[in-house]
């Protein structure tokens, strides 16, 4: 999915015939470019506008070694209470925009940042991912109405680093 300008509309589409199917591309506030993240509170100031969408939107913020952001995208727009988010095509997407490091945010439409068990579990997994390949994930922050979670807040992106330590040891791996 492409940004446009600021000016633009959001996209419509409509088929005619016996209903109206419609989609809209949500406008959200562009981050300030370049933003430099130094805490999770810098996040949410950026990307608070997302708790007012109907639907969950994940989003992939890159940043190079001093943490300033070198681009975001929108990596997957979900349904009202979930949003697909793939290892594989995030470290894809961070290697594309020579990046060193990522920081996911999404949206919960319910207004309740805590995050779920897969939202959890998925964290675990590419922060794992990420870290075979030399891509650090500062954070995962989930936008809520008026509040956030921070995964680097609450100690969990560190326990995820430790656990991936251990697993890449494990397999003789020492990065």
């Given at each position: 999915?492409?940004?446009?300008?600021?000016?633009?509309q959001?996209?419509?589409?409509?088929?005619?015939g016996?209903?109206?199917?419609?989609?809209?591309?949500?406008?959200?506030?562009?981050?300030?470019?370049?933003?430099?993240?130094?805490?999770?509170?810098d996040?949410?100031?950026q990307?608070?506008?997302?708790?007012?969408?109907?639907?969950?939107?994940?989003?992939?913020?890159f940043?190079?070694t001093?943490?300033?952001?070198?681009?975001?995208?929108?990596?997957?727009?979900?349904?009202i209470?979930?949003?697909?988010?793939?290892?594989?095509?995030?470290?894809?997407?961070?290697i594309?925009?020579?990046?060193?490091?990522?920081?996911?945010?999404?949206n919960?439409?319910?207004?309740?940042?805590?995050?779920?068990?897969?939202?959890?579990?998925?964290?675990?997994i590419?922060?794992t991912?990420?870290?075979?390949?030399?891509?650090?994930?500062?954070?995962?922050?989930?936008?809520?109405?008026?509040?956030?979670?921070?995964?680097?807040?609450?100690?969990?992106?560190?326990?995820?680093?430790?656990?991936a330590?251990?697993i890449l040891?494990?397999?003789?791996?020492?990065?």
């Open positions: 999915m492409e940004r446009g300008d600021a000016g633009d959001p996209a419509r589409i409509q088929r005619k016996e209903g109206i199917m419609k989609l809209e591309v949500f406008e959200v506030v562009e981050p300030k470019f370049p933003a430099a993240f130094h805490q999770s509170k996040v949410y100031d990307m608070q506008t997302l708790s007012k969408s109907d639907r969950e939107m994940l989003f992939i913020i940043l190079n001093k943490n300033r952001m070198l681009d975001y995208v929108v990596h997957t727009i979900g349904t209470d979930s949003s697909a988010l793939y290892p594989r095509d995030v470290i894809r997407s961070a594309v925009h020579n990046s060193t490091a990522i920081i996911i945010c999404h919960h439409p319910s207004g309740d940042p805590e995050p779920s068990e897969c939202d959890r579990n998925i964290t675990g590419l922060v991912a990420c870290q075979v390949v030399g891509i650090r994930v500062l954070d995962h922050v989930i936008i809520g109405s008026g509040n956030y979670f921070s995964f680097a807040d609450a100690g969990l992106i560190e326990d995820y680093k430790c656990n330590d251990s040891r494990q397999g003789g791996i020492n990065l």
